[in-house]
Structures are given as structure tokens and as C-alpha cells.
């Protein structure tokens, strides 16, 4: 039977800067809901994230370093890609918007809406922040500045190729108002809807003062505009008009996981831009919020930018990953801090899970000789075991939502332990129920560690080596729908190894 398929996106970063926590953020998002398609729920899985490269941002700032932009972007996106790589993002395709596949995807998908006559030519006369690679109308402006880089507008004047956007709002209201789901949370829905209605005008793109980019397939004195060619990357990634199977099955996309700064243009431009080129929607655009430092947004200029390496090198990348998941509930925007890192790394990992496995299992070797005891067949624990509780909350992308089931799962065991007092019964001569209730607390703790397994993966194996499972053929078992109860078998040796957080 064909595999059901998963296909998730981070948005393609520019490559101006290093990335720091924010970026950090959405990408840890995606990995973690990719694991859970792939690992948990056994579909085909792809996550693609990559590198947006053909922006006038970063022909700036390679002009800073005194470096041709070429090479600049390829040792940066190089970065990146290395930083993905240090905090254990799985990604399957790494997009570059300067490679020779994207640039022939472009092509194949501009020939699409050409054909259809979406695009037409004309003069664009209006104000333009390089810095968000945006249009400003002078109401937008402050002081004749952009709202969020603070910087000078520019006043463009030129023969530009124009996208008949106004044409897809109609038929992309009724679409949104069909299909609910599409763009999410419901505020951001609101948010989208209403600038549909009010503000989604054609637009222009291409630019003819700039050189670097993807020439116009029809004219090559001009280059597209990068939000443009940036969209078709969740194509080109997968194969458009290069590999149709690839393609096929992986499109329409799952998931376009982006921050809400850049909605609009997933959630109205790229969709008309489909509709356009006749190629069905992806199902869901998800938005989240953004974080903050002592309330102020993350910039260069402000230097309060956290670099998600630096960050990680006390306590670990799997605690980092740990932290920003859980610091801001899922949409909203909230301060982050090292001291809000530190704060949770103490109450939830060493003190929270790291304390529990350590607890239960020294029990186990105390009082069962190492080895799982068997279950009396009397309910000790009148919860449910973590991992099915959890998966309402990932399919939302709602991680910080499951942090705190496992948070509450974990205190419900320590709660039941310190009722039960194992320590007592023993001495009374109640092994049986000893060995009953610590039976349940190993394979509570087995749970807790499948809900844990998409943040922090290689401590998910830990706590299953220590509970005496191989971990791979754990991960390799295909638990149902989500979570089996009893697993783990009577007479099993635990291998209590190191503690998991210091
Ligand atoms: N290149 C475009 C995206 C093109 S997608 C076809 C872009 N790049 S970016 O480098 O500016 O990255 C923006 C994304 O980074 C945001 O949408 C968000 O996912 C993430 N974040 C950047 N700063 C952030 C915070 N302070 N907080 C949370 N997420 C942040 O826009």
C-alpha cells in the first residue's frame, strides 16, 4: 500500500546575517513536526527548508564585507546550512534560490502564468524598503521611513512586468472561506481576509535597476522580484518541472510553517500565484508569533540578537530546542532570555524529567534487581499514559501546549509515586504492589519519552536505552495510530546509565 505522504516547509532565509533564535524558532518547529509525521506516524516525510539568496539585502551586505555576492551568499548559506545542522534538523532538501534547479523551475512556472496572460507590463512609481523587499504606500511610511527597518524609502520609478494579483481575489476569499483550515490561527485568518478585501492590488514583479536575480524569462534586461522567484522554491525543492514523480507526490505541501511577519504573502500572493499557474494550494499555512528581547524586537543594529549556537553551548542543543519550544504559546509573541533558559532547564529538565527517570529507576534496581517487575494487574495510576495524550496538540503545531502535557504527565507519576510511597509498602511487605506501581512508572516514563522524542530526540533514546529497549527498534516499531500501553516486558534488565541533565 503507497505510504501516505508529508510535506512540510520552513520559509527560505535571507542570508544578510547569520541566523539567530528567531529563525531558530520556526525551523526547530518544523523538525519537530516532521519527526512526528515521519518517525511517530510512519508517512513518507520531506521538510525542506533552505536559503533565499537573490535579495538586494544581501547584495548589501556582501557589498560590506567587500565581497562579490556570489561567493559571499555561498559561504553564508553554508552557514546556515551548518547551523541547521548543529541543533539536529533532519531536513531532506536544503533549497538555494542562486541554483541552477530553482532557476529552471522559476522559469517553468513564469512560462504557466505568462501563458495564462496574468502578466503584463507596465509602470510601477512607488516607495520600497530594501530591507523587507516590500512596497510602501506614503501612509505606511513614518517620516518618509519604513515602519520596521527605520530606514529610508526608496522611491522607485520603472517599466516593470506586472502579476494581475487583484484578479484571484474573488476566487481566493471563497477558497479561504471554503477551506477554514487554510490559513491558521484564526486571527492571522482575520488578518489575511481583511487584506485581501481591502488592499490586494496587482503587482509588480520585476525590477530593471537590478542585476542580481533571475532574468525574466521574456526579458532578460530585467530580474524578477525575489518574492516572486522566493515562493516557487516549495517547488523547485520537490522537482517542479524537473522530476513530475518527485513533484507529484509530494505537491500540494502539507505545511508552510512561517512567521506572521511574511502572511500576506503566503497566504494571498503565493496562493494567486498557483491558482495562476493552475496548481492546487497547499493545505494549510501556519503562523506563528515572534519573539522578543526586554519587549524590543531582535535586530543587528539594537545587538540584542541571541545566536542559537552561542545559546546552546551551556546546557545543550536539545535543551535549547526544549526552551524555545516552550517559551511562547503557539501564535503569540513573548520575551526570550538566557535566564528564562535557565530558569526552565532547572524546573522542567533536571528537576522535572531527568529526576523522575533517575528516581524510578534507582527503585527498580532497589527494589526489583534491575529488571522490569510485573504488572499486578490492579490500576495504580488512574491517567492515561503521556504519548496519547499529546497528539491533538502536534497536530496544531501547538509543541509548547504539548510541553506542558508531558510536564503534567511527569507530575502526575511523581504525584502517584509519593502517595503510594514504594519505600514503605517494601518495608511492609507489599512487594507485589511495589512491583505493580513501579511497572506503571516505567511505562509511563516510556511514554512520556514518545511525546518528548519530536523536541528532543536523542534524549527520547536515552531514557529508552536506560529502560532497557533498543532504541532504534523502538523507534522502528509502528506503535498503532500513536501510543501502545505495555511494552515494555517483565524480566527486562534496565541499564540505569548517566543523569540526564546536570
Ligand atoms: N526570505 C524571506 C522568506 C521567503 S519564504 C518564500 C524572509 N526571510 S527572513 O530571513 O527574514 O526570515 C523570516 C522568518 O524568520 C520569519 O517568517 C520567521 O519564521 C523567522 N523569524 C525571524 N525573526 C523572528 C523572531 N524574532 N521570532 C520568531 N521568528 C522569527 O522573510
Not at 230 to 245: C, K, T, V
Not at 386 to 397: H, K, P, R
Request: hydrophobic letters at 40%; glycine letters at 6%; proline letters at 4%.
Amino acid at each position: 500500500m503507497k505510504k501516505e505522504t508529508y510535506y512540510i516547509t520552513t520559509p527560505i532565509y535571507y542570508v544578510n546575517a547569520l541566523p539567530h533564535i528567531g529563525h531558530a524558532y520556526t525551523t526547530i518547529i518544523a523538525d519537530a513536526a516532521a519527526r512526528y509525521q515521519r518517525d511517530i506516524l510512519k508517512k513518507e516525510t520531506l521538510f525542506l527548508t533552505g536559503t533565499d539568496e537573490n535579495s538586494q539585502k544581501n547584495v548589501e551586505a556582501a557589498e560590506e564585507t567587500g565581497q562579490p555576492t556570489a561567493s559571499y551568499v555561498d559561504a553564508m548559506s553554508k552557514q546556515w546550512e551548518e547551523t541547521w545542522n548543529e541543533l539536529k534538523i533532519e531536513n531532506d532538501v536544503f533549497i538555494r534560490t542562486t541554483s541552477e534547479n530553482h532557476k529552471k523551475s522559476v522559469e517553468a512556472f513564469f512560462k504557466r502564468v505568462w501563458e495564462k496572460g496574468d502578466i503584463y507590463k507596465g509602470t510601477y512609481e512607488g516607495l520600497y524598503c530594501i530591507g523587507c523587499e516590500e512596497f510602501y504606500s506614503e501612509a505606511d511610511a513614518v517620516d518618509g521611513a519604513c515602519p520596521v527597518h527605520k530606514r529610508k524609502l526608496e522611491l522607485l520609478k520603472e517599466e516593470n512586468y506586472f502579476f494581475k494579483l487583484s484578479k484571484y481575489r474573488e476566487p481566493l476569499l471563497k477558497y479561504i472561506q471554503e477551506n477554514p483550515q487554510f490559513v491558521v490561527p484564526v486571527t492571522k485568518r482575520n488578518e489575511v481576509v481583511s487584506y485581501i478585501e481591502k488592499f490586494m492590488e496587482d503587482v509588480s514583479i520585476s525590477r530593471q535597476s537590478m542585476e542580481w536575480g533571475i532574468p525574466v524569462p521574456t526579458d532578460d534586461s530585467q530580474v524578477l522580484y525575489v518574492w516572486f522567484d522566493a515562493l516557487i522554491n516549495y517547488l523547485s525543492g520537490i522537482g517542479f518541472g524537473a522530476d513530475e514523480e518527485k513533484f507529484n507526490t509530494f505537491w500540494p505541501a502539507n505545511a508552510h510553517l512561517i512567521g506572521k511577519d511574511i502572511l500576506k504573502f503566503h497566504a494571498a500572493l503565493w496562493p494567486a500565484m498557483l491558482m495562476s499557474a493552475g496548481l492546487p494550494l497547499p493545505k494549510q499555512v501556519i503562523a506563528h508569533g515572534y519573539f522578543t528581547v526586554d519587549g524590543e524586537k531582535m535586530s543587528k543594529s539594537l545587538g540584542n540578537v541571541i545566536n542559537p549556537i552561542a545559546a546552546a553551548e551551556r546546557h545543550g542543543v536539545e535543551a535549547l530546542r526544549y526552551y524555545l519550544l516552550s517559551a511562547i504559546p503557539f501564535g503569540n509573541d513573548g520575551d526570550v532570555s538566557m535566564e528564562k533558559f535557565e530558569k526552565i532547564y532547572e524546573s522542567d529538565l533536571k528537576n522535572g524529567i531527568g529526576n523522575l527517570v533517575s528516581r524510578v529507576l534507582s527503585m527498580v534496581e532497589k527494589y526489583c534487581d534491575a529488571k522490569v517487575p510485573k504488572r499486578t494487574g490492579e490500576n495504580y495510576f488512574s491517567f492515561r499514559p503521556a504519548g496519547t495524550l499529546v497528539v491533538d496538540v502536534i497536530d496544531n503545531f501547538a509543541f509548547s501546549d504539548l510541553i506542558k502535557r508531558i510536564n503534567e504527565a511527569i507530575s502526575n507519576v511523581n504525584t502517584c509515586i509519593n502517595v503510594e510511597e514504594p519505600w514503605k509498602l517494601e518495608k511492609e511487605g507489599k512487594h507485589e504492589r511495589v512491583e505493580g506501581i513501579l511497572c506503571e512508572s516505567l511505562e509511563q516514563i516510556r511514554s512520556i519519552a514518545w511525546a518528548l522524542y519530536p523536541i528532543m530526540p536523542e534524549t527520547a533514546k536515552k531514557i529508552w536505552t536506560q529502560l532497557g529497549l533498543n532504541s532504534e527498534d523502538e523507534l522502528k516499531k509502528n506503535i498503532g495510530s500513536i501510543w501502545t500501553d505495555d511494552v515494555l516486558v517483565c524480566g527486562q534488565v534496565i541499564h540505569k546509565g548517566d543523569i540526564l541533565f546536570t
